[in-house]
């Protein structure tokens, strides 16, 4: 798997995808039978009670194609860190599956599992490999890094599809950087990512048969965290960071503008809510499918420009910086804007979307294919905090 023949590269595509198609039915089958359900509420958007599981169909789909490959063809090198990285993200999914299916986990208890996931991905050899800075600030950006990314997609699934796709758009653009870079091994990772949650897409878009919950949404976000770190490794070929922060810039974006609002508007960031791109995007009238599309478009947009970034100079490099940070200025503007901590009428081209899907007095309730996200404020649980 290190060192794959081009054919070998649609194989783990491929075999990723063949198993997570197979192992999503039966997830949900499982589910069902053990009536593992995301149950309706008062502000929740589904009127039937949807099955939980996708994410370990996600899990085990991948950590499968890993263990086969590594058979086939083992890494000349770095064996014990593969097989602790794909434990540390079942860990990790466990921990969402514990919330998913329990409820009330703390969110500080969350933190600390991502923080001590981050100080193995530290002490396994991934870092930040910033220059002249001291050690320790390498491993306090590598755990920072860790935690950010992997919660980063975990507020990201919000609305049907829309994590697990935007993962899909990531792990192809990771893809693309480590094959010109030639790192084979995180290049095959990447398709392997991409292969399972294609799979799981197939019955989570709008609308959704099963949410892959916190299990699937922490697994892929630290996924990619660990490959993205995986790209700073050696010196004559380490990628720029400027390339490491555009591929998962949509989810780094929708985190930092929520963030921000619910400071600004005295709300913990802890708090869910439907105050996300996603939900923006919807109260300005688009349907829930258009409203993921078009932030699957950025992403892929993102996707390709830090595929030329890490093609060109330091000089063009800044330009393209400059614009994307430009860019995401004139995007976040007008979407702060949107009322979504307020009473607001709304909108009439919003998809089956009903007055009672509205809360007149207070935040806008999520609509069809929407979910509030799942950061929950210590002994609470939020009602309609499903997963996507």
Known sequence: MSTLPSW????????????????????LAVATRFKLFDHPGPA???????????????VVSFAAVVIAGTAVDPPKSGYPQLVGFVGLGAFLAIVGLTDDLRGGLSPWLRLLAQAAAGIAVWSMGSNAN????????????TIVWVVGITNAFNLLDNMDGLSAGTAVIAALAIFGVAALQHRYLVAALSLALAGCAVGFLRANF??????????????????????????????????????????????????????????????????????????????????????VGTIYAAGALLGGAAMLMS????????????????????????????PVYQAAEPPRA???????????????????????????????????????
């Open 44 to 58: 929740k958007s589904h009127t039937a009670a949807v099955p939980y599981l996708g994410g370990a169909a996600i």
């Open 350 to 388: 919003m998809t089956n979307a009903t007055d009672s899907q509205f809360d007149g007095a207070g935040d806008a309730q999520p609509g069809p294919g929407e979910h509030e996200d799942t950061i929950k404020a210590p002994g609470s649980r939020i009602a309609g905090a499903t997963r996507g």
């Open 311 to 338: 093609q060109v100079g330091p000089s063009a490099r800044i330009v393209g910086i400059v614009g994307l940070l430009i860019a995401a200025g004139i995007v976040a503007i007008p979407l702060a804007r949107v």
């Open 130 to 141: 910033l220059a002249g800075v001291p050690g320790a600030v390498n491993a306090i950006v």
């Open 206 to 291: 709008h609308p959704a048969k099963i949410y892959m919950g916190d299990a699937g949404s922490l697994f892929l976000g630290f996924v990619l965290a660990v490959l993205l770190l995986k790209l700073r490794a050696t010196a004559p070929t380490r990628v720029p960071v400027a390339v490491i922060l555009a591929i998962p810039g949509v989810a780094i974006f929708d985190t930092t503008l929520v963030t921000i609002s619910r400071l600004l508007h005295r709300r913990s960031p802890f708090q869910g809510g439907t105050d996300h791109t996603s939900h923006r995007l919807v109260r300005l009238g688009l349907p829930v499918p258009l409203a």
């Open 8 to 27: 070998g590269y649609p194989l783990v595509l491929l075999g990723s995808l063949a198993l997570s198609l197979v192992l999503v039915p039966v997830a």
